[in-house]
C-alpha cells in the first residue's frame, strides 16, 4: 500500500529557473534553460559564461557576402591559438572551436568553407580568452561570424535584424572586410558597402567620446594576393581604390587604420556535378593576424 | 672591348670555336659567337630591337645600362655599382680573357654554366682537365636522380562519395634519369645571368613572351627579378633563393645555365625516392626526409622565421638523393602545366594558363601543403614573393664520363642513346638547342 518516508524539499531549487536571465547580447529576458535567446537568437551560452568571468568585450567582423568573414575569423584564429606569439588566443567552449576546425579542415582540402546561413541561431558565436604575453594582459573576446546578407539587409533596413544592431551597439571594436576582386574590374560595390556601413555606425552612436568617431576600426582589402600594390601602402590603395570609404574614414573616424590580407596564395574554378565554385590552389595566409592585433592593443592601450 | 672581342674571337679555331657557339646567349662575347655560325647581322638586328622595346617603355634608360649599345657594358656598369654597394661577385663578361680556354672555361664555371661545358660537342674539344673540373661542378651542385616510375597524384583526389577507390585519378609515369640542382638557384647565381646581359638576349626567350620581357624589371625599372633594386639583391641576401621571377624568367635562366626546368613527375620523383615492388605500385615517401611531417626539417609557416632563408639551412630535410630545401622555403617552378589533369569528378577552369608549381614555402599553413604529392599552379608571368626554381638537366644530355674510357662510354652510350647533339629528343621538356633556336630565327 503505501509506506511512510521521508522526501527532500529541493523545491526551492526551481527558484533559479524561475530567474530570469538577460540575454549578453540584447538584454532581453529570458529563462535559464533557453539555449537561444527568444528575442535576437544569439546563444544563450554566452550570458552563462559571462556570469562566469570577467565581462567579455565584443569585436565584428563585418563585410558582404562572399568577402571572406567566415574564412577571416577561422584562420586569425586558427593562427592565434596555435602559432602566434604576439597574441594567444584560448577559446572558450567548444562552440568556439567549431569554426576554427570547419574552416581550417575546408582550406586544407582546398575548398572555402561554407556560405555562413542568415538564421542567427546558425552563426558561430566565438567566445575566447585574448593574451598579451607581453603585458600579461588577458581579455575575454566575442566575435560572431555574421551573415553577409543579414548584414546588409539590416543596413538597408534597420532593425531588421535585431540582433545585428544590438551587437554592433556594444561592439568595441570593428573590422570591416572589403574585397578588392571587383575593385579591378571597375565595380564600386564594395566602396559603397564601405561607406555605408562607416554611416551606420555614426548614425548608431554618434557621441564624441563612447561613439563609432573614437572607437576603433580597422579596414581590412581581403583577396589581396591579387594586387600586390595593395600589400605594399594600403592606404594609398584605398585613396585611389575606394575615394568614398577612404573619405569617410578620414572625415568621421578617430582610430581607424587600412590593411591589407589574403589567405589563398592563388585561385581558380571547379566544375563539379554540385556546380560551379571558387577554390584555392594553396594556402599561405598574409596580414591576417595584424588588423585584429591592432585592434587589440588599442582596446588594452598596450601600444 | 666588343670589337677586340668580336676579333679574337674570329680568329679562333677548333674547340673554343664550338664553345663559343655554345655560349653564344651569354655574354658580350656571343656577338663573335653567333658571327661564327655566319649570322651576325639577323642576331644583331634582333637586339637592337630587342633594346629599342626597352628603351621604348622607359624602364631601363640610364647610360650605360640597357640604353646603351655596348653589351658589355650592361653587365659592366652592373658588377661596379654591386662591388660599391655590396661587395657581391662581379659577373663582367668583358673582363675575361676569351682568346684561352681556361679563362673562357673558368669564366663559365663560375657563372654555374658547366653543363653547357659538359654538352657532348663542346666536352669533346675541351681538354681533359677542363672537363674534369666541369664533372666535378656537376657533382657538387646537381643531385642524381634515377631513371624509373613514380606515382603523380591528382590536384584534389576524389571525395569518399565519388569513388571508393583511394587511389582515384593516380597516374604512373615513368622518369628518365636526370640531375637535379642541390638548391634552389640563389640571389647570387641569378646575378651572374643579369648582369650577362641576359634580359636583352632574345635567343634565350620564349618566342611569345619577347614583347612582355621588358616588364619583367625589378622596383627600380632595371631588369631582374620583381624585389631587387637598381639590379641587385638585397645586401646579405647572396645564398637566399632568388623570388620574384615569372617562369619565363625561370627557362630562360635554366637556358642560359645550359639546363631546363624540372617536369612534374620528375620533381616528384627527386622528393618521394619512389621504391619498386613486384607486381605493385611503387612506394613513396611523403616527405624527403620521411614519413612523417616534422617542422623542424623545413622552412614553413610556424616552424621558421616567416621569410626565405638561405638555401643552406635545413640540411636535415634533404632528399635521400641530395636535394635539400625540396619541401619549404619557396615554391618551385617545374616545366608541366597545371590543371590539365585532375580527378575525373571534377574540372578545374583557370583563370589563366598556369605552370605547376610544388615543394610549398615559408608561409605554407597546412602540412597536408607541403607534401612531395602536393601540386599547386600560378600564372606564367606571375612574380610571386614565395616562388622560385632549380634546374634539372637529363643525364643523356652531358657528358658524364671521360673521353679516354671507351668502355664507360660505350655503357653510357647504351644506358642512354642520345642524338648527335646530345639532347634526348624524345623529352618534351628538353632544353631547346641554342642553335636549333637561332637558325629559327633566321629563318623567321
Request: charged letters at 20%; proline letters at 7%; one cysteine or more.
Amino acid at each position: 500500500m503505501s509506506r511512510p518516508g521521508l522526501l527532500a524539499m529541493d523545491s526551492f531549487q526551481l527558484a533559479k529557473y524561475a530567474t530570469p536571465v538577460p540575454c549578453y547580447i540584447c538584454d532581453g529576458v529570458n529563462a535559464t534553460s533557453a539555449e537561444l535567446c527568444r528575442h535576437c537568437q544569439a546563444p544563450m551560452a554566452l550570458a552563462h559564461q559571462v556570469q562566469q568571468s570577467v565581462t567579455p568585450q565584443m569585436v565584428a567582423v563585418l563585410g558582404t557576402t562572399g568577402s571572406g568573414k567566415t574564412v577571416y575569423i577561422g584562420m586569425l584564429t586558427d593562427m592565434l591559438s596555435r602559432y602566434s606569439s604576439e597574441l594567444q588566443l584560448l577559446a572558450r567552449g567548444a562552440f568556439s572551436i567549431s569554426l576554427q576546425q570547419a574552416t581550417a579542415g575546408a582550406l586544407s582540402q582546398c575548398e572555402f568553407p561554407l556560405k555562413t546561413p542568415n538564421e542567427p541561431d546558425r552563426w558561430n558565436w566565438v567566445h575566447s580568452r585574448v593574451l598579451v604575453p607581453q603585458k600579461n594582459q588577458k581579455i575575454e573576446l566575442i566575435m560572431p561570424d555574421v551573415a553577409g546578407e543579414a548584414l546588409m539587409e539590416e543596413i538597408e533596413h534597420p532593425h531588421s535584424y535585431p540582433v545585428i544592431r544590438a551587437f554592433l551597439s556594444k561592439c568595441a571594436a570593428v573590422l570591416i572586410l572589403i574585397d578588392i576582386e571587383g575593385l579591378d574590374e571597375g565595380c564600386d560595390d564594395q566602396d559603397y558597402f564601405g561607406m555605408k556601413m562607416i554611416t551606420y555606425l555614426n548614425e548608431m552612436n554618434s557621441d564624441a567620446k563612447s561613439g563609432w568617431g573614437s572607437r576603433p576600426i580597422s579596414i581590412v582589402f581581403t583577396k589581396s594576393d591579387q594586387c600586390d600594390a595593395c600589400f605594399e601602402d594600403p592606404v594609398a590603395f584605398a585613396r585611389q581604390r575606394t575615394p568614398g570609404l577612404f573619405k569617410q574614414c578620414h572625415e568621421r573616424l578617430r582610430r581607424c587604420r587600412f590593411f591589407a590580407s589574403s589567405v589563398a596564395g592563388a585561385c581558380a574554378f571547379e566544375v563539379s556535378r554540385e556546380g560551379r565554385f571558387r577554390v584555392p590552389l594553396r594556402i599561405e595566409p598574409r596580414g591576417v593576424t595584424e588588423p585584429f592585433v591592432w585592434l587589440i592593443h588599442q582596446l588594452t592601450g598596450t601600444k | 672591348m666588343a670589337a677586340d672581342v668580336q676579333t679574337g674571337a674570329l680568329a679562333l679555331t677548333g674547340s673554343i670555336g664550338v664553345l663559343f657557339a655554345w655560349i653564344a646567349p651569354a655574354a658580350e662575347g656571343s656577338w663573335c659567337g653567333y658571327a661564327l655560325a655566319g649570322t651576325s647581322a639577323a642576331v644583331v638586328a634582333g637586339r637592337w630591337a630587342f633594346r629599342c622595346l626597352r628603351r621604348g617603355t622607359g624602364m631601363a634608360t640610364e647610360s650605360g645600362d640597357a640604353g646603351n649599345s655596348d653589351h658589355g657594358a650592361t653587365g659592366k656598369v652592373a658588377s661596379s655599382n654591386c662591388h660599391a654597394s655590396s661587395g657581391r661577385p662581379a659577373a663582367n663578361p668583358t673582363d675575361v680573357d676569351f682568346s684561352d680556354e681556361g679563362s673562357l672555361v673558368n669564366h663559365m664555371l663560375s657563372q654555374h654554366r658547366y653543363a653547357i661545358l659538359l654538352r657532348p660537342q663542346v666536352a669533346a674539344n675541351l681538354r681533359r682537365e677542363h672537363v674534369e673540373l666541369a664533372l666535378s661542378e656537376l657533382d657538387q651542385h646537381m643531385s642524381l636522380v634515377p631513371s624509373g616510375d613514380v606515382i603523380l597524384h591528382p590536384w584534389r583526389p576524389a571525395k569518399p562519395e565519388e569513388s571508393d577507390d583511394p587511389h582515384e585519378g593516380e597516374r604512373l609515369v615513368s622518369v628518365e634519369a636526370l640531375f637535379l640542382d642541390r638548391y634552389p638557384i640563389t640571389n647570387r647565381q641569378y646575378f651572374d645571368f643579369v648582369a650577362s646581359g641576359a634580359y636583352e638576349q632574345p635567343a634565350i626567350w620564349d618566342p611569345e613572351i619577347l614583347n612582355a620581357v621588358v616588364e619583367f624589371v625589378d622596383k627600380t625599372g632595371h631588369p631582374g627579378p620583381r624585389y631587387w633594386e637598381n639590379g641587385h639583391y638585397p645586401i646579405d641576401e647572396d645564398d637566399l633563393p632568388v623570388v620574384g621571377v615569372s617562369w619565363y624568367e625561370a627557362m630562360a635562366y635554366a637556358r642560359w645555365a645550359g639546363k631546363r626546368l624540372p617536369s612534374d613527375a620528375e620533381w616528384v620523383k627527386a622528393a618521394s625516392w619512389p621504391v619498386s615492388q613486384p607486381d605493385a605500385p611503387p612506394t613513396q615517401r611523403r616527405f624527403p626526409w620521411g614519413e612523417s611531417m616534422d617542422r623542424s626539417m623545413a622552412n614553413l609557416w610556424g616552424s621558421g622565421p616567416g621569410c626565405p632563408v638561405s638555401v643552406r639551412e635545413y640540411p636535415q630535410g634533404t632528399s635521400v638523393g641530395g636535394a635539400s630545401q625540396l619541401i619549404g622555403n619557396v615554391w618551385e617552378w617545374t616545366s608541366s602545366p597545371f590543371g590539365a589533369w585532375n580527378c575525373r569528378f571534377r574540372a578545374l577552369e583557370l583563370p589563366l594558363p598556369m605552370k605547376s608549381i610544388r615543394g610549398g614555402a615559408f608561409d605554407t599553413y597546412f602540412d597536408n601543403q607541403a607534401q612531395n604529392s602536393f601540386q599547386s599552379g600560378d600564372a606564367l608571368c606571375a612574380r610571386k614573393y614565395n616562388i622560385g626554381f632549380r634546374c634539372a638537366l637529363g643525364v643523356c644530355d652531358v657528358t658524364t664520363i671521360l673521353a679516354d674510357n671507351p668502355a664507360a662510354e660505350e655503357a653510357q652510350s647504351e644506358c642512354c642513346p642520345v642524338n648527335p647533339w646530345g639532347v634526348d629528343i624524345s623529352s618534351s621538356d628538353a632544353a631547346p638547342d641554342p642553335l636549333a633556336e637561332l637558325e629559327k630565327e633566321i629563318a623567321s
